[in-house]
T-cell receptor
Framework: DAKTTQPTSMDCAEGRAANLPCNHSTISGNEYVYWYRQIHSQGPQYIIHGLKNNETNEMASLIITEDRKSSTLILPHATLRDTAVYYCIVRVVEAAGNKLTFGGGTRVLVKP | DAGVIQSPRHEVTEMGQEVTLRCKPISGHNSLFWYRQTMMRGLELLIYFNNNVPIDDSGMPEDRFSAKMPNASFSTLKIQPSEPRDSAVYFC??????????FGPGTRLTVL
């Protein structure tokens, strides 16, 4: 799986949009971009994923650049409960054996 | 659905003792993953099963660790004998085919 690079930490103001960048310059054509987050003392939680088109769900939006070498996760209106470590993961989706390789992630602190 | 269920949630044991962690995946999911999380090493995949068959156990630290999945609704991760360096949070996750993984709440293991 392609390696990802994320900032170690970032702060965000409550109610504002949080934009989390991720670089994956060695991504292959059949690799998806996945985002998970881990709130303190909980298991990782799936947020969103995409291949090349921008995606949106009830939690967040995912913007993938045209060359697919980077992406941004957008939390449109951050709340205090969004404080967590956010992981950007790139992986191939196949019938069996597609495992998630977690990097260091970005520690996001949402402040009042 | 109840989600992935893990037991116990907390385990404290003494060095040399056998430890058994348990996981019940989400009904209908056919893949199961065991992860370990420590401050030093982050979140690591230990082993995963597909249709109850171990597919990749390359992440299992050593022979003291073993995992089984006797049926589609139950898996165990056993450490025998346990050592202080095994102290960590152990997560179980499950997935249906190539869909996203859903994580359990984790078992916090402390080996004294």
């Amino acid at each position: 799986d392609a390696k990802t690079t994320q900032p170690t930490s970032m702060d965000c103001a409550e109610g504002r949009a949080a934009n989390l960048p991720c670089n994956h310059s060695t991504i292959s054509g059949n690799e998806y971009v996945y985002w998970y987050r881990q709130i303190h003392s909980q298991g990782p939680q799936y947020i969103i994923h995409g291949l090349k088109n921008n995606e949106t769900n009830e939690m967040a939006s995912l913007i993938i650049t045209e060359d697919r070498k980077s992406s941004t996760l957008i939390l449109p209106h951050a709340t205090l409960r969004d404080t967590a470590v956010y992981y950007c993961i790139v992986r191939v989706v196949e019938a069996a054996g597609n495992k998630l390789t977690f990097g260091g992630g970005t520690r996001v602190l949402v402040k009042p | 659905d109840a989600g992935v269920i893990q037991s116990p949630r907390h385990e404290v044991t003494e060095m040399g003792q056998e430890v058994t962690l348990r996981c019940k995946p989400i009904s209908g999911h056919n893949s199961l993953f065991w992860y370990r999380q420590t401050m030093m090493r982050g979140l690591e995949l230990l082993i995963y099963f597909n249709n109850n068959v171990p597919i990749d156990d390359s992440g299992m630290p050593e022979d003291r660790f073993s995992a089984k999945m006797p049926n589609a609704s139950f898996s165990t991760l056993k450490i025998q004998p346990s050592e202080p360096r095994d102290s960590a949070v152990y997560f179980c996750a499950s997935r249906k085919n190539t869909d996203t993984q859903y994580f359990g709440p984790g078992t916090r293991l402390t080996v004294l």
